[in-house]
């Protein structure tokens, strides 16, 4: 599986399809391979595009998690989106990915297109 240097650590990822990305971000206590069942029919007409979270996936660890925060998470889906340089892309996010591209979009709105939101993690 190929991977991407952001931020200083490697991230596996899935890069499929032409046209206009469409970045998909998992929940907690998963990895890239939940968005398996979408991959073929999303690359389709679309650049699938997919990656597993910093300290998610079966990967070992970059370290002892000391920088496990939503800040580390949302400055390496900033670094992924800049490294496609396809921007605006289309944003799915699931559960805490749903939190984690919501942010994206009100801090970086330059870099999405537009959000599809599943069960996110949103606080009050």
């Known amino acids: 599986m190929p991977q991407l240097r952001v931020n200083g650590v490697?991230?596996?990822?899935?890069?499929?399809?032409?046209?206009?990305?469409?970045?998909?971000?998992?929940?907690?206590?998963?990895?890239?391979?939940?968005?398996?069942?979408?991959?073929?029919?999303?690359?389709?007409?679309?650049?699938?595009?997919?990656?597993?979270?910093?300290?998610?996936?079966?990967?070992?660890?970059?370290?002892?998690?000391?920088h496990y925060s939503v800040a580390t998470h949302l400055a390496d889906l900033v670094a992924f989106i800049r490294w496609l340089h396809a921007s605006p892309v289309h944003l799915v996010g699931l559960s805490s990915g749903g939190r984690l591209v919501t942010m994206v979009a009100l801090a970086h709105p330059d870099l999405v297109r537009s959000l599809t939101l599943a069960e996110p993690a949103l606080a009050e």
């Open 10 to 66: 490697e991230l596996s990822y899935i890069d499929q399809g032409v046209g206009v990305p469409v970045v998909f971000v998992h929940g907690a206590w998963m990895d890239l391979r939940y968005w398996e069942p979408q991959r073929q029919a999303i690359a389709t007409q679309y650049r699938f595009m997919a990656y597993t979270l910093r300290y998610h996936g079966t990967a070992p660890w970059p370290d002892e998690g000391q």
